[in-house]
């Protein structure tokens, strides 16, 4: 199995998966510096510094899409990634240490085993009402 799966769809990023068994040596950032949101692993042996810093505040940033990181701590779950028209294009069952950036389009999860996941996103958060559209499965 590979460390790190895309999923597209007509060469569109739909979501990344990032699997337990992925490494680094140092900082790795995994996302490209075009992102919204950096997702860096970093793994130092022990005795490392890294030197006291403050993140500056005068920079401003210009978001223009929502994307969603999930870490899942313990537990299974199916992700399901759909098109922006519903179309299911993947389904892919992430467990334990597992993690997935949601870039574009859709998606939908299954709890398969009792699970705890850690979500990262741009806020402040509208609520689900102005932040969601969802799938009309009424048909």
């Known amino acids: 199995m590979k ?6 769809y007509k060469k569109k990023l739909l979501a990344v998966c990032f699997f337990s068994k992925i490494k680094s040596e140092g900082v790795r950032f995994l ?7 950096q997702i860096g692993l970093i793994q130092h042996k022990s005795g490392k510094v890294i030197k006291n810093h403050i993140h500056r505040q005068d920079i401003k940033y210009k978001v223009h899409t ?7 701590e313990r ?6 990634i759909f098109t922006e028209s519903w179309k299911e294009v993947d389904e892919t069952i992430l467990k334990s240490g597992d993690m ?5 389009g859709g998606h939908g999860l299954e709890v398969i085993k009792d699970c705890r996941i850690f ?4 806020g402040p958060y509208p ?11 009424s048909k």
Not at 119 to 122: D, H, L, M, S, T
Request: aromatic letters at 14%.
């Open 3 to 8: 460390e790190i799966k895309e999923i597209r």
């Open 100 to 104: 997935v950036l949601f870039v574009g």
């Open 75 to 80: 537990g299974a779950i199916k992700v399901k």
């Open 119 to 122: 979500e990262v996103k741009q």
């Open 66 to 72: 929502t994307q969603e990181f999930l870490y899942i």
């Open 31 to 37: 996302t490209p510096e075009s992102f919204p949101l």
């Open 127 to 137: 609520g689900d009402k102005y932040a969601k559209i969802y799938q009309d499965t």
